[in-house]
């Protein structure tokens, strides 16, 4: 590639000098004395064998290590998953919790006091519906608890936890 780039610039500058000379000018004041001439000149179409000398080296990529939440404890339906995680969070259990939610579930929901006048259920999508979702509700304070519940081969857990209002 360097090699292309000082042959371009040698016939640039040749055809610069070359235009200054046949512009009726004459040659150019800075440009010092005319070198003989021995032809037309031409640019060489013919194409570089040399290989590029770019290093096409590159790092290996490497995923973070991910960890897979596997419940000890799996229900048999949605709503056992998400009754479990809140029954466990009205007695203020994270172990007990830990049987049925993931680590991140059990933490959004233990962030929060359990309402005072409890939590009802509000019922849980179909249960052909994997992801599917629980909703729980504070009748007091009307925030909600949308409880992400996920089937294994083994059962239901709870995956996720959002909390609204």
């Known amino acids: 590639?360097?090699?292309?780039?000082?042959?371009?610039?040698?016939?640039?500058?040749?055809?610069?000098?070359?235009?200054?000379?046949?512009?009726?000018?004459?040659?150019?004041?800075?440009?010092?004395?005319?070198?003989?001439?021995?032809?037309?000149a031409v640019a060489s179409t013919t194409p570089s064998t040399t290989p590029p000398t770019e290093s096409t080296t590159t790092a290996p990529v490497t995923a973070p290590p991910t960890t897979v939440y596997t419940p000890t404890a799996p229900a048999g339906s949605p709503d056992g998953?998400?009754?479990?995680?809140?029954?466990?969070?009205?007695?203020?259990?994270?172990t007990q919790a830990a049987a049925t939610a993931s680590p991140a579930a059990r933490q959004a929901l233990f962030a929060v006091p359990y309402p005072a006048g409890g939590a009802q259920a509000r019922g849980c999508t179909d249960a052909r519906t994997n992801p599917g979702t629980c909703t729980y509700a504070d009748v007091g304070s009307g925030r909600l608890y949308e409880i992400g519940v996920t089937h294994l081969s083994s059962g239901w857990y709870v995956s996720s936890v959002t909390i609204e209002g």
């Open 1 to 40: 590639m360097a090699h292309h780039l000082a042959r371009l610039t040698a016939v640039a500058g040749l055809t610069v000098l070359l235009g200054s000379a046949c512009s009726g000018g004459g040659p150019a004041a800075s440009a010092g004395p005319a070198a003989p001439s021995t032809g037309p």
């Open 81 to 94: 998953a998400a009754a479990a995680l809140v029954e466990a969070w009205a007695g203020a259990n994270p």
